[in-house]
């Protein structure tokens, strides 16, 4: 049971470069996320998905675009790349939440990008 | 928007001391979780806190979630080698639907064997 991957583990792009990384899960979680981590900043969300086919913008969606085609996988997008993007991403999933209380995030071991 | 402030963001112990780190958010919440991410690694979910004035033990780590629901806080007692890493407080706003989360800056604990 490898819970969520996330590929690739490190890239260095230059400023204007394009990708994508990519997660999968393999719990059946109905929700996935993408978040960046920067120092003393804790987690910023970037976008995240509720089900299949549907995404919405998080806290800090600007240069990022994304998709979920199936459930198990969320692909995040830079279209043009910017050093201001240098970050470490993490792509979580969990069930859906309800009520008062909400269900725990898995994380992915990270993507460490660096933008030259 | 929602803000989670952590405090302090940084805090050297020696092996044996206590810790604590705590958690404000400018609005009332919902819940409140715990995250804990080892040098290198991934956060890792530590325990979810519901009700007003709830507190929950984890064998030295001791949750704790203000009768206000706007604050919180974790304690660390006689801290080991094995407690290093950063400690992450998120929460959800009440009223807010779905399970997205307001995650605070972090408090980084290093322990001096």
């Known amino acids: 049971n490898a819970g969520v991957t996330q590929t690739p583990k490190f890239r260095v792009l230059k400023t204007g470069q394009s990708m994508t990384l990519l997660c999968a899960q393999d719990m059946n979680h109905e929700y996935m996320y993408w978040y960046r981590q920067d120092p003393g900043m804790g987690l910023r969300l970037i976008h995240y998905s509720v089900g299949e086919g549907t995404t919405a913008k998080g806290e800090v969606p600007d240069g990022y675009n994304v998709s979920r085609l199936k459930k198990q996988n969320f692909l995040l997008g830079l279209e043009s790349a910017a050093p201001s993007q240098t970050s470490v991403y993490f792509c979580?999933?969990?069930?859906?939440?309800?009520?008062?209380?909400?269900?725990?995030?898995?994380f992915g071991d990270g993507t460490r990008l660096s933008i030259l | 928007g929602q803000q989670v402030m952590q405090i302090p963001q940084y805090q050297h112990v020696q092996e044996g001391e206590d810790f604590t780190t705590y958690c404000n958010s400018s609005t009332t919440l919902s819940n409140i979780q715990w995250y804990k991410q080892r040098p290198g690694g991934h956060p890792v979910f530590l325990i979810q806190l519901v009700k007003s004035g709830e507190v929950k033990k984890q064998k030295r780590l001791t949750f704790q979630f203000g009768e206000a629901k706007k604050n919180s806080s974790l304690h660390i007692t006689a801290t080991q080698t094995t407690d290093v890493g950063t400690y992450f407080c998120?929460?959800?706003?009440?009223?807010?639907?779905?399970?997205?989360?307001?995650f605070g800056g972090g408090t980084r604990l290093m322990v001096k064997p």
């Open positions: 979580a999933s969990s069930y859906s939440g309800g009520g008062y209380s909400n269900q725990p995030q898995h």
């Open positions: 998120a929460g959800r706003p009440r009223g807010s639907a779905g399970n997205m989360l307001t």
